[in-house]
């Protein structure tokens, strides 16, 4: 019988790294996956964090993701970087290319990296945090599979479709958001259906296009970009840019391919990173001050920044450890123990 506990960041990680070697990830592919799950558990993204494991499993006994893949890294000197995942996760894609990406930002004003053919679970927020902890702005975003309904229409057609955005701060935490351009990400609906709880009104529709609170419905429905049109135009947008322009799968083609929408999908993702210095350089104003009177006009207001959750999440983490239930730490001894067995 497990018990609940606290556990540090790196304790959590050496746990979910062991998981994923054990199934047969490589260390290429184990150690960014475990990173950026315990990433999400640290900062209470419950939707992206240990829960995601069964996910990881799930798709490697389905045989839709290369656990020994290493990507590779393609870069010319033009803006784009590309790497090629090799059909393996988008984590260790994006830490192999984000240092070129970086760099040529800085030395152009802007970059873009593209991702091809990998597998995705994951949030965006630690990829756009770490480029604007290099002093960047970034944006990060990627279909997924067809699950959300056009404004409109009641069938999937887009990906629940992340869109991040980061910016930098001196000496403190980066401005970043990060989410689903439907009104909830699909991870959301998951965990509301393991609750047994209803989901707010508004979500979703059922197979006959009526709107549902119920979570079993919704998942079998479509899910509603947020904001109506608004939502529905964006998330256009990324399929466009994040599919088709860097060719590769949109959600409708993500979910062909797939066959279900219950394990991860294989799709690219597209990561923009812009230098703040050299777009305001022949303007002798410092852009990174004046967002600063920005950020104090929102807060002036009452309002919090976006990830204020988030960052006072970590602090909490590092001060008193990742808080485990006793389900999950049941959870993740069964998965180490049986491995793929476990599913
Ligand atoms: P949420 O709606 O929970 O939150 C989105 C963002 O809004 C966060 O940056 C959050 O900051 C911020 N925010 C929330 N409330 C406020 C507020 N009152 N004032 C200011 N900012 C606020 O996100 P979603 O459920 O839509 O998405 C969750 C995650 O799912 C994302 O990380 C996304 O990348 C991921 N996802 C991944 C997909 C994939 O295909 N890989 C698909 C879809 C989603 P804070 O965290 O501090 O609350
Ligand atoms: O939560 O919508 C989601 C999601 C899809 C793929 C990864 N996360």
Redesign the pocket.
């Known amino acids: 019988m497990s018990a609940a506990k606290s556990v540090t960041s790196a304790e959590l990680t050496e746990t979910v790294t062991a998981i994923f070697r054990k199934i047969g990830f490589n260390a290429t592919q184990a150690g960014p996956m475990a990173r950026v799950i315990v990433a999400g558990e640290r900062d209470a993204?419950k939707?992206?964090g240990i829960y995601r494991i069964e996910g990881c499993l799930r798709t490697l006994k389905m045989g839709k993701v290369r656990p020994d893949a290493q990507p590779v890294l393609h870069v010319d000197d033009s803006a784009i970087i590309r790497v090629d995942a090799g059909f393996g996760y988008a984590n260790a894609a994006f830490e192999l290319g984000a240092p070129a990406l970086a760099e040529r930002a800085k030395k152009l004003g802007l970059a873009a990296l593209l991702i091809n053919d990998c597998t995705?679970?994951?949030?965006?927020?630690p990829e756009v945090e770490a480029l604007a902890d290099m002093g960047l702005s970034a944006m990060a975003m990627?279909p997924?599979y067809a699950s959300v309904a056009p404004v409109g229409g009641s069938k999937p057609l887009f990906?629940?479709n992340?869109f991040?955005f980061a910016w930098p701060r001196a000496g403190q935490h980066p401005y970043?958001?990060?989410?689903?351009t439907s009104v909830?990400?699909?991870?959301?609906i998951e965990l509301h259906r393991r609750a047994g709880t209803r989901l707010p009104e508004g979500w979703a529709v059922d197979v006959d296009g009526k709107p549902t609170t119920d979570p079993d419905a919704a998942l079998a429905g479509a899910m509603l970009p947020f904001g109506g049109h608004k939502g529905s135009a964006i998330s256009t947008m990324i399929e466009l840019l994040a599919g088709v322009m860097i060719g590769d799968l949109t959600s409708p083609e993500a979910l062909d391919y797939l066959g279900t929408t219950s394990i991860a999908p294989r799709h690219g993702e597209l990561i923009l990173a812009f230098s703040p210095e050299r777009f305001a350089a022949t303007r002798g104003a410092n852009s990174l001050s004046r967002a600063e009177n920005l950020f104090e006009a929102i807060i002036g207001q009452g309002?919090?920044?976006?990830?204020?959750?988030?960052f006072a999440a970590r602090a909490q983490s590092e001060a008193t450890g990742i808080q485990l239930t006793a389900d999950e730490c049941a959870q993740l001894e069964r998965f180490a123990r049986l491995g793929l067995d476990a599913i």
Do not use: I, K, N, Y
């Open positions: 993204c939707s992206h995705h679970f994951s949030a965006l927020w990627c997924s990906g629940t992340p991040a970043v958001f990060d989410f689903a909830a990400a699909r991870g959301e309002a919090r920044l976006p990830s204020q959750r988030r």
